[in-house]
């Protein structure tokens, strides 16, 4: 009987020691501190809510086990995300998204493609900072496969003014393209025509100068031949059609 009473005292300080050390785990490894890294599409607290989930979503230790060697997949416009854990109560969430040139409009959806033109994302949702791309000729669309237009080289164009209006903190709502691959920027009830490739850094550049002043205008700003030696620019105002 003696025997007996010592084992069940010893279990009781066992479970009583095991429930004080669940208890310093779950209070001492809490998350209160998140760092969000990478992300545009989404707000801070729309990642946390995807990576902290789950009744233990809050602890550190139970998210540094539960992501160890695995990313978070299968998130519209992310690659992957990454957990660190940078203190028991702190961790730091990593975003790699989808790196987007633009997007087109197809039966309803918008679908969106890479700086190679493969289609990476469709969605009911548009997704401001990603301009519309229109006068592409195609006529069937592949998710993870390239656009079939007849001419590729549209890709690079697409690519270079996309880096370009991010370097100079610019977003356009559409780029036309033309049968001659010339270019049209739409701002609003402002477009901006560029022609062709030429001079485009300095296009671009001198364009972020003069948007202030398109604001509220309807109308086009010829920027074909513009250069550091011809700095030709004109702005033409539509003709309003009286009713």
Do not use: C, W
């Amino acid at each position: 009987m003696k025997k007996r009473t010592i084992i069940l005292i010893g279990a009781a300080v066992f479970l009583l020691a095991l429930g004080a050390a669940a208890a310093f785990l779950l209070q001492h490894y809490k998350v209160t501190t998140v760092y969000v890294e990478g992300s545009a599409h989404y707000t801070n607290e729309e990642i946390m809510d995807l990576v902290m989930t789950g009744e233990l979503g809050d602890n550190s230790l139970y998210l540094a086990l539960k992501y160890k060697n695995k990313g978070i997949d299968n998130v519209p416009f992310v690659e992957t995300m990454d957990v660190d854990i940078l203190a028991p109560d702190t961790i730091r969430i990593t975003v790699y998204e989808k790196a987007m040139a633009g997007y087109i409009e197809y039966l309803g959806r918008y679908m969106y493609f890479d700086r190679d033109g493969i289609i990476v994302e469709a969605s009911e949702q548009r997704t401001s900072g990603i301009p519309q791309v229109t006068g592409l000729s195609f006529d069937h669309v592949v998710m993870y496969e390239k656009l079939p237009v007849e001419n590729t080289e549209i890709f690079a164009d697409i690519l270079d003014i996309t880096q370009l209006l991010n370097k100079y903190g610019i977003q356009a709502d559409k780029i036309q393209f033309d049968k001659s691959m010339h270019k049209t920027l739409y701002f609003g009830e402002a477009r901006v025509s560029l022609g062709s490739n030429d001079n485009i850094g300095e296009k671009i550049m001198k364009l972020k100068a003069i948007l202030p002043e398109l604001e509220g205008k309807k109308g086009l700003l010829r920027m074909d031949n513009y250069s550091e030696e011809m700095k030709n620019i004109t702005f033409e105002l539509d003709q309003e059609i009286e009713p």
